[in-house]
């Protein structure tokens, strides 16, 4: 086997690995790392993307399409969320992981009741390619992309527009925000809806390579919690580098010793850059800075 | 969208109604109780709400019929949620204080195992309607589900035959997936071939990439998947994405989780299962027991093998019952001695093996087409749940309540 083979190979794994994580995380990273609402319902915004870009899609939509309406849904329920529920609770932090556990029950739950206990799934696009002796799926380096794609996506909003200063500025000053003339509760809700979003094109991108049932938001949520504890406040340089190291870790884990390793790979990481940089990677890059 | 409101509603209203559906219908003071501890949520519900279903089918028909000696069945249901703790606690609960004289119980191994010692400890009879890797020797249990030596010393030679000598196993990562994993190993073995590599994966993993590669690595001739959860069925979609294009054969797919249904063609092309029974199953028989099931649950996405066996087990019971002319689980075991407590089931002629109380089956390979339809290359008519039997273990003589594979049999006298 030549050594392109192997390099390419190792590559794919890494972006594959990467987008996972990445995808998984940025929504968390936004109502989580950047609001600090602990959103233990993260996973079934993710499922609700999920269904509802398999359902446009088999109501005939082509894929990118169902996919925005995925986003956009998952976007609306996060704001409704957000209204009834997490706005409320935005200085009681303990009782938000109360409260976003009881959704994410309720839609579990609720999804198995209206829906059914499975979805037809709508098939991955595009085929696949061959380097060496393997074949890969090309919707894999699509995924790979849209993970790029969406980190620089967050990293222009947030430093680069109106929305993303006033968004910064509520965040870490309210009360100077308000006095500022910044209508605080509607950042907060763009900001919760943003994330919501982001938890809903995670699930469209990867509803056509996985089961549609509605327990699936839990397959991502342990990776989501991880990449943001280890990435820390900051959305792009701590998800970004977060989801660079463990992408590392678990796809040298998982080819060195299978997927159970991988996974430990990933918890074992987790303990350690923890234990050494406790406000995360952001908070030991923004530190450096200043 | 009338029909998922009128499914939810349905289905809302199932745990609620389960008790009083089946005791209304026959008034009599005196019922006899069955427990139902199965998962209705949680990451195995695709597979067994239609075991629930099917059990309440027959209870229906059952009690119709006037009921097991003039009793009505009573159903005691609890919904496991996929989840092992659950069902210790349920099975304490059926045992205890709702007194059931029989309880049906139990998707996973996991969730048997951790159950089993608490039908040990109270003295209560089970039935575990589901296939897995065999080897429980229990008299508090009776199995009717499939077990390796008749899925897999039928389904592994053929595949050997067909597609070459070189296998690969892909495993969910517990008890079944490992022990089933050994039956492999030895079939592959007894028929002078190699394992080209085996991979072990955590429940509830979705994204096989890395183990894909593997494969295409160790170049097998054909895949053993024994996956288990919807979150890892995701395989079959992205292998096919990475066109990794080798058969399959399973012991699990098709037959209880219907992947064939749940994804698009043809992720699932050349996937062999063996079986007992799966709704395509074209004899008459099959043929009327999923028109009774779907007059019953039009929605029901597939009847699959662990409805039918579930079904049956209601009737066997009822037989067992009415011969023993008791509930008690000594004087059902009597009968059971006899040999000759069998059924035509949907699947073809099933009896109980008194030694191990497991079940012989009609066995199906059911193939999947490029196009997921099923074909049936062939059958194989009353295989018997016979390893345990050989390796030493007969309920008639002793009870020592514990669970053997190959590489730990039953000590020798």
């Known amino acids: 086997m030549d050594i392109a083979t192997l390099v390419f190979s190792a590559l794919y794994q890494f972006g594959d690995a990467f987008a996972f994580l990445v995808l998984s995380a940025c929504g968390l990273a936004v109502i989580f790392g950047m609001m600090g609402v602990i959103n233990l319902a993260h996973g079934e915004f993710i499922m609700c993307g999920a269904y509802v870009t398999a359902a446009t899609v088999h109501a005939g939509l082509p894929l990118p399409l169902g996919i925005l309406a995925g986003t956009i849904v998952s976007a609306l329920v996060g704001v409704l969320v957000e209204l009834v529920v997490i706005r409320h609770l935005y200085d009681r932090p303990l009782d938000t992981i109360v409260a976003t556990w009881g959704l994410s029950l309720i839609a579990t739950q609720g999804t198995l009741i209206m829906v059914g206990s499975t979805m037809a799934g709508v098939g991955t696009p595009f085929g696949s390619f061959q380097v060496g002796a393997y074949s890969y799926s090309i919707y894999r380096i699509v995924l790979f992309c849209a993970a790029l794609g969406v980190l620089v996506g967050l990293y222009a909003l947030f430093n680069w527009t109106r929305f993303g200063v006033l968004a910064r500025a509520t965040i870490q000053v309210p009360h100077m925000a308000a006095a500022l003339g910044v209508d605080t509760r509607l950042v907060y809700s763009l900001t919760f809806a943003c994330g919501a979003g982001l938890a809903g094109l995670a699930g469209g991108l990867y509803a056509p390579t996985m089961t549609l049932v509605p327990t699936m938001g839990a397959t991502f949520i342990m990776e989501a919690f991880v990449t943001v504890v280890i990435g820390g406040a900051d959305v792009f340089l701590g998800t970004a580098p977060a989801g660079a190291v463990l992408a590392v870790v678990k796809s040298v884990m998982t080819s060195w010793q299978g997927q159970l390793f991988g996974q430990i790979g990933l918890l074992v990481a987790v303990i350690i850059v923890v234990r050494v940089l406790p406000k995360g990677i952001s908070g030991f890059v923004l530190r450096e800075r200043t | ?413």
């Not at chain 2, 508090?140 to 390796?148: K, L, N, Q, R, S």
């Open chain 2, 1 to 413: 969208m009338s029909k998922s409101v009128l499914r939810g509603l349905r289905a809302a209203a199932l745990t609620g109604t389960l008790v009083l559906g089946s005791s209304l219908a026959l008034a009599a003071e005196n019922p006899i109780k069955l427990g139902v501890l199965e998962d209705q949520s949680g990451d195995f519900a695709a597979a067994t709400i239609g075991k629930v279903h099917a059990i309440q089918l027959a209870t229906e028909e059952i009690n119709k019929a006037g009921g097991i000696m003039g009793r009505p069945i009573e159903l005691v249901a609890y919904d496991t949620q996929s989840d092992n703790t659950r069902y210790q606690e349920f099975m304490r609960r059926v045992l205890q204080r709702d007194k059931v004289d029989v309880v049906f119980a139990g998707f996973s191994s996991a969730s048997r195992e951790a159950y089993r010692p608490i039908v040990d400890q109270f003295n209560g009879f089970a039935f575990y309607n589901n296939q897995y890797e065999g080897g429980v020797c229990d008299g508090h249990m009776i199995v009717t589900g499939a077990v390796p030596e008749q899925q897999f010393s039928t389904l592994i030679p053929y595949m050997m035959e067909k597609y070459g000598k070189n296998v690969y196993t892909l495993a969910a990562d517990y008890n079944f997936g490992q022990i089933s994993a050994e039956w492999v190993r030895k079939i592959v073995k007894e028929n002078g071939g190699k394992m080209a590599g085996e991979e072990f994966i955590p429940l509830g993993v979705s994204q096989f990439s890395q183990s894909i590669q593997n494969i295409q690595k160790a170049k097998p001739d054909f895949v053993v998947t024994l996956l288990v959860g919807t979150a890892q069925a995701s395989y079959y979609e992205q292998a096919a994405s990475a066109n990794v294009n080798l058969p399959m054969a399973s012991s699990v797919n098709v037959g209880q989780g219907y992947e064939h249904k749940r994804f698009k063609p043809p992720s699932l092309k050349d996937m062999y299962v063996t079986t007992n029974y799966i709704e395509e199953i074209d004899s008459p028989k099959s043929k009327e027991f999923y028109a009774k099931f779907k007059a019953k649950f039009p929605s029901e996405p597939y009847v699959n093998q662990e409805a039918e066996n579930s079904y049956l087990a209601v009737y066997l019971y009822k037989q067992m019952v009415e011969r023993a002319k008791s509930t008690k689980r000594e004087d059902i075991r009597k009968v059971i001695a006899l040999g000759d407590v069998c059924m035509d089931a949907p699947e073809g002629k099933v009896c109980i093996d008194p030694k191990s109380q497991h079940m012989s089956h009609t066995i199906y390979l059911a193939k999947v087409g490029a196009d997921h339809s099923i074909s049936f290359p062939k059958t194989w008519e009353d295989i018997k749940p016979y390893w345990l039997g050989e390796a030493g273990c007969d309920l008639t003589k002793k009870d020592p309540m514990a669970q053997y594979t190959p590489s730990n049999p039953p000590p020798k006298p």
